[in-house]
């Protein structure tokens, strides 16, 4: 099993592989496996609105034998503080000094915008994007109808305020509409976002803000690192067609669909995202 480091910021996990017994070695094996862990490439995992970094745990524990993983909690979230300035653009900021060079960065739903944001901002930090159930807009309009209606969106807000631990829990329910073992997945859900404290109220609202104005669509032509769109066909929250059409838009994108997936194709479907993850990285 993969060991685990972790802080309010992140969670590392890496493969402590047994070294034979020597005198010269035992002293030194876990020196050794970090060693060994810094030799991987780097890929960063950036959870969606209101979540925190253990959603990643079991897709991690299968990545952590090819790459360093890193967990990432957003601002406020996962028991970070929230920033002075909590935008779209300070949380692309505030994810990329977290990164090094050549970061093979994937996005979960919001996660996603905030990393095609600092894809767009600092290219030399990520060399690779993975794009997981997302959009480049959120919100409907009469030019994108591949949204949720922005009234949606200002009731969730409003709830969120009367109520955020019920307004959270909701939430997961939506993510997980459609997906098959719906009450397995819930229930899971529910425990990792339980093993970290819950979202400052201030990093909630925020998010839901960023949520409702954020437009990518102009910029996605300038967005040239290889990119990896993945995406649910059962998806309610952001409709597989944005994921399709995000696809279409950038200049170096493939995407895969998941036809038993809701907003959780990294729950649902683990191993193989793991999988279009790894062909990803190496070709």
């Known amino acids: 099993m993969p060991s685990t480091n972790s802080d309010s910021h992140s969670r590392r996990y890496f493969v402590d592989r047994a070294l034979p017994c020597s005198s010269t070695v035992c002293g030194a094996s876990s020196r050794l496996a970090s060693n060994a862990n810094r030799n991987k490439p780097v890929i960063a995992l950036l959870h969606g609105w209101g979540m925190n970094a253990h959603m990643f745990d079991t897709l991690a524990e299968l990545l952590a034998a090819d790459f360093e993983v890193r967990a990432l909690n957003l601002p406020g979230h996962g028991g970070r503080d929230a920033l002075p300035h909590n935008t779209l653009q300070g949380w692309a900021d505030d994810l990329a000094q977290q990164l090094p060079q050549q970061t093979m960065l994937l996005g979960w739903s919001l996660g996603a915008q905030v990393a095609m944001r600092a894809a767009l901002d600092h290219p030399r930090k990520i060399a690779r994007l993975i794009v ?23 009731e969730f807000g409003a709830a969120l305020i009367a109520d955020p631990q019920a307004t959270l829990l909701r939430f997961l329910s939506l993510q997980t509409r459609g997906m098959q073992g719906q009450k397995t997945f819930l229930q899971q859900l529910r425990q990792m976002l339980q093993a970290a404290p819950q979202a400052h109220a201030e990093a909630l609202t925020s998010g839901l803000a960023i949520l409702r104005h954020t437009d990518l669509r102009a910029e996605l032509p300038h967005l040239t690192q290889p990119t990896l ?49 790894g062909r990803f990285a190496h070709g």
Request: aromatic fraction near 6%; proline fraction near 7%.
């Open 132 to 154: 997981l159930a997302s959009t480049p807009r959120f919100v409907r309009s009469e030019d994108w109808q591949h949204g949720m209606e922005e009234a949606d969106l200002q």
């Open 229 to 277: 769109v993945l995406h649910g066909a059962s998806d309610t929250l952001t409709p597989p067609a944005a994921g399709a059409w995000l696809a279409s838009a950038l200049p170096h994108a493939q995407f895969t669909g998941f036809a038993r997936a809701a907003h959780a194709p990294h729950l649902s479907h683990a191993q193989e995202v793991a999988a279009e993850i």
